[in-house]
């Protein structure tokens, strides 16, 4: 079982899991025309695909927010053309199923709060992936996403 996990947007990045672990990792490519070309080649590896979900995002500017979105769309349409079984998982369900803590902040906390906790959160990501694949060089904050979403369809779709 190959599993490509997809983390959207423009920090996000691609990973294949395979039966040995990670076996490929990349960072989100800069225009479509790459991101089309890189997620055709990861696609005829994979057996199944899962894309982490987005949402609105609190203190998030409309541009951003628009960009992000339509960066969300142009990889499912992708996806869609190169008839991939994909499969859309909230941040949420796949970091609870990896027993991820929950640090969402308080309802009404300041700007600085909720940047500090992303910021925790994200280490906390990073430091899981290091853990899971001691052997893997190169897990980034970057990375670690794609990698423990990638984790995390492996172990759900490799049990019989």
Known sequence: MRVLAIDPGAKGAFCLHGDTGIE?????????????????TYVTQADRCVIEAIGMRPGEGQRSTATFFQSYGFLRGVLVLLKAPIETVRPQAWQAGLGLPNRTPPKGSDKTVRAAAKRAHKRDLAELARQRFPNFE????L???AMLLAEWGWLKWSKP
């Open 24 to 40: 490929s990792v990349s960072k989100m490519p800069s225009g479509e025309t790459e991101i089309a070309r890189l997620l055709a």
């Open 143 to 145: 990375t670690c996403d």
């Open 138 to 141: 190169g897990i980034t904050l």
